[in-house]
Every structure is written in C-alpha cells, then in structure tokens.
C-alpha cells in the first residue's frame, strides 16, 4: 500500500465523474466509460501524481521537524508546470517555474494566474531552463534559508501512488461494482501507466483488466523501447502531441511490458486530432492530443482490433487525461489538416474487420 501524502491536508486534486457515454459506445460498439480527468483543478490527471508528491515532500519534511519554508520548483511549460503551481498554491507553498524563452507569454500568465509564486523565463530549451533551475535557482532558494524540492514530471513513486487513486474511483464507480475489461491510457513518459498499473493492483485488478498504453508516432519512445526488448531514448519528438514528448519513459513503464494484460498502440497525430474534435462534438469535452489519441480508440472499429476478445458487452474505461495546450482555433486548424488523412485511416481499420 503506497502512502499518500499527509492526512492533515487536503488533497490537491479532485474526484472525477466516471461517465459512461452513449455516443462513443454507440461508436465503438461496445460500453464506454470516460474517466474525466479533465475536470481537475489544473486541466489534467497530473494534479493527482504531483499533488501527492507536494503532500509527501511536507509529510516528510514536517515529520523530521524541519522548519525552514518548503519552496517547489518545476522546470515545464505544459500541464506538469500547471499542476505543480496549483498543488502548492492549494496548500499555501511557494513554487518557481522555470520555462524556456520561447514560452509564449500566454502560458507564462497561466502559469501565474494558476498559482506560480515566481515564474523564470531562461534558455533555448527545456533542458537549459531545467539546468538553470538546478544549478541556480535551487541553491539561491537553499542560501535564502528554503528547502528547495524538485518536482519531477512523472519518473517517482509519490506521483505513481498519486495517479492510482484513479483506480481506486473507478473501482467504486464501476457500475454493479464490476471490474472493467479495459483502461485506455496515453503514454508520456510513462507515469499514468505506473500510477494505473500500481491502482490496479491495490484494488485486485492486476492481471485480469487490460492496460491499452497509447502514444502517437513521433512521441513513441515506450513502444519503441518495447520493439528493441530494452529502454531506449528516442532521436526527437515530432508529433503535435507535445505532451507525450518524452524522449525515454520510466523504467517502471518500461518494465511493466513484460506483464500480459499490457499492450502498448501508436496511432497517428492524424488520430489524436480526430480524437479531439470528435470528444468535442461528442461530448462537449475539449482535451489535448496528448489526451485525444486515448479517445480516438472508440471510433471507427480501432478497439474491435485491438482488444480481444471483443463483444458489444465489453466495458473500456479511457482515461480523459485531459490537458490545457488546446483551445478552439487549434481544434479548428487540426481539423482542416488532418480530416483527410483521419478518413483514410478510418477506412483502414475498418478495412481490418472481417
Ligand atoms: C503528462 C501528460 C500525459 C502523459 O503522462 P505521463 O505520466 O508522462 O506518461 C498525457 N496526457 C496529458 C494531457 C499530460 O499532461
């Protein structure tokens, strides 16, 4: 049983409804159920992984007596970065962002407006803003008097045990208490997948649920480790879905291949996209490609491929990971560049049935 954080606070994400969706079930031709993750406080499932990673580090820190100010530090310009400023602000902590300088002034404001006590634009890339968070602002905070602690985006066991209480809901929500036959998840750098597989085993659904861990080509570094048989860091990111831009997952995930009830998919960005439009005409729910390439499993004979054995009573939850990189004018522009190509694929997988 993994820990979670400090009884005394409050935790900073919340319950999700598990909705169960005529439109996509009628679509996929089986029982549909969306996990809406959507719906936490920071516009993703983060705010469970990293929420609990606040509540740990101040469990820890309180319980050794520290009494120097914790002060959170996150190097990310996406929903990692949002998660963190709004986990701390929610308990009363101070927390830094640290972006690269192309950061567009819009997701620095959000940044702030979410909560950000301090948000440092510095160098080309990430990995200079992450290196000068390190390297510089960390030890200023620790000269200053602070516990400086960093939040790592998805490789720690305190976001793992975070993101597993999803399982623990869906175990409770699940309609006359039945396990699901699927969950559907996106891969990133692979800690949703722990933090479900870990949720899983807690409530006895370890081998008997299928994983479906998702990515999009040019994001795919868990099915290319997969391909190799070892962990592999992928040359670069070239899919729109920014949010599972991870060049190498996490161990864990890497590890949790070998387990049969784990499968590992890639579809196209063509396919996140349609996702995304398709949940927005759907169900009036907006998400990321990051989130649309899970919900593009439900349409258009994808699932009736790839889960076996396959019958209009299977229940699939899909995790509506969510995402704040999306807004109307994208869902407009991916749509008119990707309709085409979304139509031939579609033709594809029904091509498949047989
Ligand atoms: C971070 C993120 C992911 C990927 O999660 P990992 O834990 O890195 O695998 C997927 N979707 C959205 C919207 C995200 O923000």
Partial sequence: MGSLGDANNKKPWVETPLHES???????????????ENLQPSGSFKSR?????????????????????????????GNAGLAAVSATSALGYTSTVVVPTTTEESIVEKLKVNGASEVIAHGPTLLEADLYLKEVAMPRAEARGEIP?????????????GAATMVEEIHRQMPDGEAPDAIVCSVGG????????????????????????????GADSLYQSWQAGQLVTISGITSIATSLG???????????????????????????????????????????????????????DRLRQVLRPFDK?????????????????????YKAQYAERARELAAQWAGMSG
């Avoid at 998919?265 to 998400?287: F, K, P, Y």
Wanted: with cysteine; charged share 20%; hydrophobic share 50%.
């Fill in 246 to 300: 991870v060049v190498r997952v996490c161990q864990r995930a890497f590890d949790l291949l070998a387990r049969k009830n784990v499968t590992s998919l890639v579809l196209e960005d063509a396919e996140a996209a349609m996702g995304c439009w398709r949940l927005a005409d759907d169900e009036r729910i907006i998400v990321e490609p990051a989130c649309g390439v899970s919900v593009a499993l439900a349409y258009d």
């Fill in 190 to 217: 692979g800690g949703l997948l722990a933090g479900l597989a870990n949720g899983m085993e807690r409530v006895g659904w370890g081998s008997e649920v299928q994983l479906l861990a998702v990515e999009t080509k």
């Fill in 313 to 333: 009573n299977k229940k699939v939850v899909i995790v509506v990971c969510g995402g704040s990189k999306i807004s109307v004018d994208a869902l407009v522009q």
């Fill in 49 to 77: 992984g990293i929420g609990n990673l606040v509540l740990t580090e101040a469990a820890y820190h309180k319980a050794i007596g520290s009494t120097r100010p914790l002060h959170f530090f996150a190097s990310s310009a």
């Fill in 22 to 36: 005529p439109t996509l079930s009628r679509a996929a031709g089986c029982r549909i159920f969306l996990k809406l």
């Fill in 149 to 161: 602690i960093y939040v790592s985006p998805f490789d720690n066991e305190a976001i793992w045990d």
